[in-house]
């Protein structure tokens, strides 16, 4: 899989990360890296997701920055030239997700500049970074998700506001309107995160529909084809240093060996 990692830029840690962490950074920079498959979302994040009960690792890519993600995506990165040292992984801390809940970052390319971390049940340690930025105007995940936080805040540990910013408009279907992901959710009744196999579903939809079907309404290529813009987006982020190309070697050892 080749995916886009967005750089999402700590602006202000949350509690329980402030006091392990600032220490240990030596002056660097700090970035939630976040793998997605469509960057021409990136104008509608809201939040950025990461597993409560995942464990995360900040690496040190340079003596300027470090990214927070998995250990097994740090050792990816390691082999794809994105740190100095090729193949040499230098972890500064581990932190929980759960201890990340709460940070406040910039999200590249948003209408939301800044956004906060929050708790996804469903992330997989084994697929991307594991972070994951929310986009719930496209993603249907994201919307059932950002969906049960409103609801039960207390439940999950945040607090409301942090939660609080409503899907915006992105790209146009004809099919689905100006936000495709909440008008799945309510056409198959989708109740919560926890509905995998509608979710699933959803997900398939609103991946061909955006990309054969929908046409940008935001952002430098407004009125464009979801298709031709999403190349063009991906390189203006990566231009701007905002983002790189990362890729999932896992995908091709099972296929090899299967
Ligand atoms: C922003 C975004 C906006 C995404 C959208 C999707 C959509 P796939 O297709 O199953 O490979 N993702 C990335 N890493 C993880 C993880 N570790 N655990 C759970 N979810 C993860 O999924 C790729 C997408 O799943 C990625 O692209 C990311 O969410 C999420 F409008 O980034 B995406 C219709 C989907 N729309």
Request: hydrophobic residues 40%.
């Amino acid at each position: 899989q080749e995916y886009t990692a967005i750089k999402m830029e700590v602006v202000e840690w949350s509690e329980a990360a402030n006091l392990a962490v600032v220490e240990k950074l030596s002056g660097r920079k700090v970035f939630l890296v976040a793998a997605t498959l469509r960057p021409e979302t990136m104008y509608g994040q809201t939040n950025c997701f990461v597993g409560p009960s995942l464990k995360y690792g900040v690496f040190a890519m340079n003596d300027e920055e470090a990214f927070v993600c998995t250990y097994r995506a740090a050792r990816n990165m390691a082999f794809q030239g994105i740190s100095k040292m090729r193949g040499e992984i230098k972890q500064l801390l581990e932190i929980s997700g759960s201890a990340l809940v709460g940070t406040l970052v910039n999200a590249p390319f948003s209408l939301n500049p800044q956004v906060y971390v929050l708790p996804m049940d469903t992330v997989l340690p084994s697929k991307g970074t594991g972070v994951v930025t929310s986009v719930p105007s496209d993603s249907p995940d994201d919307c059932a998700t950002l969906t049960d936080l409103v609801k039960k805040p207390a439940f999950y540990k945040i607090k409301p506001e942090w939660a609080s910013f409503p899907p915006t408009p992105v790209i146009n279907t004809p099919g689905f309107g100006d936000l495709i992901a909440p008008e799945l959710v309510k056409r198959m009744k989708i109740q919560s995160q926890k509905d995998a196999k509608q979710l699933a579903e959803a997900k398939e939809i609103a991946y061909k529909e955006g990309f054969y079907n929908g046409v940008m309404l935001v952002g430098e290529f407004k009125g464009m084809r979801v298709e031709e813009a999403k190349p063009r987006v991906r390189e203006a982020m990566i231009q701007a240093g905002l983002a790189m190309a990362y890729a999932e070697p896992e995908g091709l050892i099972v296929s090899r060996s299967g």
